[in-house]
């Protein structure tokens, strides 16, 4: 931060007068800004839909693998265990309110056989190489009792638009996008034989169901909106109008597939 610059006049404006009524409205705008981001609900939603759809769904023990400082129970508005690499305190006091966190590996979950109703997990086995993701799979298929919900990209298209994206975000930034340059997408075909196989190792019966989640061309879209300052900051009271539009858009070729699997022991 420039000392004297207009960023450091106005965090010391916020510091002398955090406790004023008008520093707090500011406050809560941003967070509850900040909790809707388009492209993070896009991916979200269909999946909360499928779990409350789940008989019972209020009573189910829920973990989410990479869930971040939030997690899919701000969405549910209920506690779910939330695993990640690392732990974002600051984010975790903001936003953490549905989430009882635990900071872990998801190659070697710390939980036991069994320990969850439903395991999640959204855009995170993109970060993984291949052997890592397949430990991943292993380790939720075994803590899972019944059903794990897995969204992510894979090679093909989106490699393509991520591509695209990158290059847009490293001209105006100078600096390629960290999340997309972690990732690693796997072979769907060859992802989709992993985890069948290492599911019908635990269940004598499996139920898998695959929807496709956002049209890349939207996703591309998405992406590019929440590069603009000014749009950023009012985001969800400029796109949450049209959310419903948006979440519509899962033509072919999409972003990503959200897979379900349910794993029946009756």
Not at 126 to 153: G, T, Y
Not at 172 to 188: F, T
């Given at each position: 931060?420039?000392?004297?610059?207009i960023?450091e006049?106005?965090?010391?404006?916020?510091?002398?007068?955090?406790?004023?009524?008008?520093?707090?409205?500011?406050?809560?705008?941003?967070?509850?800004?900040?909790?809707?981001?388009?492209?993070?609900?896009?991916?979200?939603?269909?999946?909360?839909?499928r779990?409350?759809?789940?008989?019972?769904?209020?009573?189910?023990?829920?973990?989410?693998?990479?869930?971040?400082?939030?997690?899919i129970?701000?969405?549910?508005?209920?506690?779910?265990?939330?695993?990640?690499?690392?732990?974002?305190?600051?984010?975790?006091?903001?936003?953490?309110?549905?989430?009882?966190?635990v900071?872990?590996?998801?190659?070697?979950?710390?939980?036991?056989?069994?320990?969850?109703?439903?395991?999640?997990?959204?855009?995170?086995?993109?970060?993984?190489?291949?052997?890592?993701?397949?430990?991943?799979?292993?380790?939720?298929?075994?803590?899972?009792?019944r059903w794990?919900?897995l969204?992510?990209?894979?090679?093909?298209?989106?490699?393509?638009?991520?591509?695209?994206?990158?290059?847009?975000?490293?001209?105006?930034?100078?600096?390629?996008?960290?999340?997309?340059?972690?990732?690693?997408?796997p072979?769907?075909?060859?992802?989709?034989?992993?985890?069948?196989?290492?599911?019908?190792?635990?269940?004598?019966?499996?139920?898998?169901?695959?929807?496709?989640?956002?049209?890349?061309?939207?996703?591309?879209?998405?992406?590019?909106?929440?590069?603009?300052?000014?749009?950023?900051?009012?985001?969800?009271?400029?796109?949450?109008?049209?959310?419903?539009?948006?979440?519509?858009?899962?033509?072919?070729?999409?972003?990503?597939?959200i897979?379900?699997?349910?794993?029946?022991?009756n």
């Amino acid at each position: 931060m420039k000392p004297g610059g207009i960023k450091e006049k106005i965090k010391n404006y916020f510091d002398a007068h955090r406790n004023s009524r008008l520093i707090k409205m500011i406050r809560w705008y941003l967070i509850w800004n900040d909790r809707w981001l388009l492209s993070v609900v896009l991916r979200y939603k269909p999946i909360v839909d499928r779990i409350k759809a789940m008989p019972n769904y209020k009573n189910l023990d829920i973990a989410e693998i990479g869930s971040n400082s939030q997690g899919i129970g701000f969405y549910l508005k209920k506690k779910v265990t939330g695993l990640d690499l690392l732990k974002n305190e600051v984010g975790l006091a903001r936003y953490g309110e549905y989430l009882d966190f635990v900071q872990g590996d998801a190659t070697s979950l710390g939980f036991k056989d069994n320990s969850y109703d439903v395991i999640v997990s959204i855009d995170t086995l993109e970060h993984l190489n291949d052997a890592q993701r397949e430990k991943a799979l292993s380790e939720m298929v075994r803590v899972s009792r019944r059903w794990i919900i897995l969204a992510l990209p894979f090679k093909g298209e989106a490699e393509k638009y991520e591509k695209r994206f990158n290059e847009l975000f490293l001209k105006k930034y100078g600096k390629p996008n960290p999340a997309l340059e972690e990732h690693q997408l796997p072979d769907y075909d060859k992802f989709m034989s992993i985890l069948k196989n290492k599911a019908a190792l635990k269940s004598r019966k499996i139920d898998l169901k695959v929807i496709n989640n956002l049209n890349l061309d939207w996703w591309y879209l998405a992406q590019y909106l929440e590069t603009i300052p000014v749009i950023n900051f009012v985001h969800r009271l400029l796109f949450s109008p049209w959310f419903y539009l948006f979440k519509q858009m899962n033509q072919t070729p999409c972003y990503r597939r959200i897979i379900s699997l349910e794993m029946v022991n009756n």
